[in-house]
Every structure is written in C-alpha cells, then in structure tokens.
C-alpha cells in the first residue's frame, strides 16, 4: 500500500527551527519527484519547495534561503529543513510524491510559528 507519513512538526518561536520528514512506503521513491506543500485556513495549498529524482530543486521565492529541500533514497525519506521561521510560516505541511502519472499525499503536519 502506498503511504507517506509526515512527522517534525510543532510549535516553535520566531526564528527558530524545524524539521519535517517524510517516510514513503510501497513505491519507487528514488523515481519520484517530492515536494513539500502548506495550506492555511481559507486558501489554496502553496507549493513551498520541489526536489526531482535527479536532486533539482525549486522554492517559492518566500522561503528561498530559509528552507531547504532534500532527500535520502536510500531511507525512502524526503526532509524539509525549515530556519528562521516566521510567523506567516504558520500552516499544515504536506509532502507530495509523483512521478508524472501518478501522484500521493500525505496526512499533513501543523507547524505553527508563535510568540
């Protein structure tokens, strides 16, 4: 069965620093695409940073040298390295994994950035 399995969310202050983690079972993670998402209350899920198979990766252009995507093949796990974190940083995070036919998404994780 195909899974992913976010964890490393929580509360932090301004500032600080988390990260989140994604565990894939039951596919080829190594032939994916993974990205991590957020979504707040009443908007759209925002595309926060990519990583391809090949190791590219994006960000949205708010998080660019704060946050940092990657992964470890051999663990099926992809990690968002979340610093210096802002208040409008507060959302449920979600991991996505594709491979251009097929796409899964997991439970989410809250991470909230508070005073």
């Known amino acids: 069965q195909e899974q992913l399995v976010e964890s490393g969310g929580g509360s932090v202050q301004p500032g600080g620093s988390l990260r989140l983690s994604c565990a894939a079972s039951g596919i080829a993670f190594r032939f994916y695409a993974m990205a991590w998402y957020r979504q707040v209350p009443g908007k759209q899920r925002e595309l926060v940073a990519l990583?391809?198979?090949?190791?590219?990766?994006t960000y949205v252009d708010s998080v660019k040298g704060r946050f940092t995507i990657s992964r470890d093949n051999a663990e099926n796990t992809g990690y968002l390295q979340m610093n210096n974190l802002k208040s409008e940083d507060t959302a449920v995070y979600y991991c996505?994994?594709?491979?251009?036919?097929?796409?899964?998404w997991g439970q989410g994780t809250q991470v909230t950035v508070s005073s």
């Open positions: 990583i391809t198979s090949g190791g590219r990766t």
């Open positions: 996505n994994a594709a491979d251009g036919s097929k796409g899964y």
